[in-house]
């Protein structure tokens, strides 16, 4: 009777080889279960823990991990393309909705908010040349 061969785990493979290296290099000096448990948490680090970056005032950004980076840059351009085939076979329903959208009440606030915007980037102007005009001093 053939044995029907396991799915590989790629992963597991991977560690194991990287604790078959890290056992080379430093010897036996490890008992196996440190040497596995330090492989597992290098690998969820490396490639599955978000990245903090904090600047110079101490303010951390959160970056998505490696490996959720990776699968957007595979998964984009098939999104990509679902989308563009979304949009050009159901144009009619996308133009009732902009037109739904861009009634009197809509186009208002869209203009209130333009103005806000506008003014706002006025006065924080104004306010950094008095600033500096007063540093300069």
């Known amino acids: 009777m053939s044995e029907i061969a396991k ?3 790629p992963m597991k493979e991977f560690r194991e080889r990287v604790a078959a290296k890290l056992r080379d290099d430093i010897g036996a000096m490890l008992p196996d279960e ?3 448990e330090m492989v597992r948490v ?3 680090d490396q490639f599955f823990k978000p990245i903090i970056i904090t ?3 101490k303010r951390d950004e ?3 991990s490696w490996f959720v980076t990776e699968v957007t840059k595979v998964a984009e351009p098939i999104i990509k393309k679902t989308i563009e085939q979304y949009v050009a076979t159901h144009h009619e329903v996308i133009e009732k ?3 739904e959208f861009l009634s009197d009440k ?3 606030m869209l203009a209130f908010a333009a103005l806000r915007d506008a003014t ?3 006065f924080f102007s104004m306010a950094q040349e008095i600033a500096n005009s007063i540093n300069n001093r």
Do not use: G
């Open 42 to 44: 290098a690998v969820r």
């Open 106 to 108: 809509h186009l208002a």
């Open 7 to 9: 799915p590989s785990d």
């Open 34 to 36: 440190a040497l596995e």
């Open 55 to 57: 600047d110079t005032y």
């Open 120 to 122: 706002h980037k006025d």
């Open 97 to 99: 909705a902009v037109a």
């Open 62 to 64: 959160i970056k998505p």
